[in-house]
């Protein structure tokens, strides 16, 4: 088969040549590639096609060649430019060919010449068309009787020359800083959101203000009313101010951008308590994540109502939850302590209790606990909203 493949003569097509053989194209195809011991596996995998042609060797001799991805082209020597040999591995079609690989690089003959190419570019430079898009261009030369190219050409050309790009002047959103809020004891950072309850009333919603404490998750004040208002919050921010006495200069307050959140009056409020004010950034949705979290458990608590029938109604249920999320829930990210626990300094009285109860377990069964003696959880020291990234010099991440 190999013998028959090197002697047929190099005149013939790739199509005529099968033919002869009584092969098809495929096999004729991987005999030629199994000759060539030289040949890379990827040049190899291109040398495919379904056309009849042939083109020049390097000598100038007619063989049948494939063009990888173009089918087979049938061309004389002259109509070529000369082979390029590369000093380092070229590329063509994406794949990389071995040094000292001969390319040859083809033209097409619907190009458009160099002199063509800067005549159009010259004509879409011109005052009267330097704001207009190519198909505005193209349409105008139409009606003037003139034709220089296609439209899509028109882009070819400009993107060659880098001048496609978003011409509008459009808006473009600022980056904005994220927060990052720290706390180590309770009443130093407060977030605050306002969240809707649904009524049997279609449209019409009940509003719950919360002011929570991100480092204790303690709720210092909530009031539910009918609408939201600034005038309202301002009230309650007094009111928390006053039972948790807060000292000016020692108080940040966090929220998202609402607007009770932004409101005149409340600012207002926190510049005369000295109360540093802290928001969220834009269109970002976990840049509150105490508040929104704590309105989730309200949420997903199973006597929690789908709707409520009054202001009344909805100010019982309330009551007596917040009395059991601040007293009796024991909170996960705070080693399963109470949030009342926390925010009131009873952290190691609640931990050596319980450090009795497990030292007491481990001296009955001490082969239960396989590792070490139990010990209870500590809530966490530092509480952040947006911790800092960690450094990449040190890689180490603020605890």
């Known amino acids: 088969m190999d013998s028959m493949v090197q002697a047929v003569p190099s005149g013939l097509s790739v199509r005529a040549t099968c033919g002869a053989l009584g092969l098809s194209r495929a096999t004729y195809y991987r005999r030629q590639t199994a000759l060539a011991p030289n040949a890379p ?4 995998a291109c040398t495919s096609s379904t056309d009849d042609s042939t083109v020049p060797s390097q000598t100038g001799a007619l063989i049948g060649v494939a063009v990888c991805g173009h089918g087979e082209q049938s061309a004389t020597a002259p109509e070529l430019i000369p082979a390029q ?15 000292g690989v001969a390319t040859k690089i083809r033209s097409s003959p619907r190009a458009l010449s160099a002199d063509e190419r800067a005549h159009v570019l ?11 898009a190519p198909a505005e261009v193209f349409a105008t030369l139409l009606d003037e009787g003139k034709y220089f190219c296609s439209e899509r050409t028109m882009y070819r050309i400009l993107r060659q020359n ?23 004891a309770p009443n130093q950072t407060w977030s605050w959101d306002i969240t809707k309850l649904k009524t049997f009333v ?36 007094e009111t928390a101010c006053e039972r948790q006495k807060i000292q000016p200069g020692l108080l940040t307050m966090h929220s998202d951008n609402g607007p009770a959140m932004i409101s005149q009056s409340v600012t207002s409020l926190l ?22 979290a704590q309105f989730k458990t309200l949420k997903y608590r199973p006597t929690f109502p ?13 009551r007596e939850f917040f009395t059991w999320f601040n007293t009796q829930h024991h909170h996960s990210r705070l080693a399963l302590l109470t949030p009342h626990d926390v925010h009131h300094g009873l952290v190691d009285e609640r931990l050596a209790g319980r450090a009795r109860v497990l030292d007491a377990a481990y001296a009955a069964n001490p082969e239960r606990f396989v590792h070490r003696a139990p010990a209870p959880r500590r809530p ?3 509480v952040w909203i947006n911790p800092p990234k960690p450094n990449p010099a040190t890689e180490e991440a603020p605890q």
């Not at 596996?41 to 190899?44: G, H, N, R």
């Not at 010259?122 to 068309?129: G, P």
């Not at 001048?163 to 473009?172: C, K, S, T, Y």
Request: with cysteine; aromatic share 8%; net charge negative.
């Open 41 to 44: 596996p990827e040049l190899a």
């Open 85 to 99: 040999v590369a000093d380092s591995a070229p590329a063509r079609n994406g794949v990389e060919l071995p040094p």
């Open 122 to 132: 010259a004509v879409l430079d011109e005052d009267r068309f330097c704001n207009l």
């Open 162 to 184: 880098a001048q496609v790009r978003e011409r509008r002047n459009q808006l473009r959103h600022p980056q904005y800083t994220a927060p990052e809020l720290m706390a180590t």
């Open 202 to 237: 279609k449209s019409q919603y009940l509003h719950l203000y919360v002011i929570l404490d991100i480092y204790s998750r303690y709720v210092v004040a909530w009031r539910v009313e009918t609408c939201e208002s600034g005038e309202l919050a301002k009230e309650l921010m």
């Open 271 to 292: 510049v005369s308590l000295d109360v540093a004010k802290s928001h969220s950034r834009p269109h970002v949705s976990d840049d509150n994540p105490f508040s929104e």
């Open 306 to 318: 789908a709707r409520f029938a009054s202001l009344e109604h909805a100010r019982e249920f309330l």
């Open 380 to 382: 966490p020291e530092i």
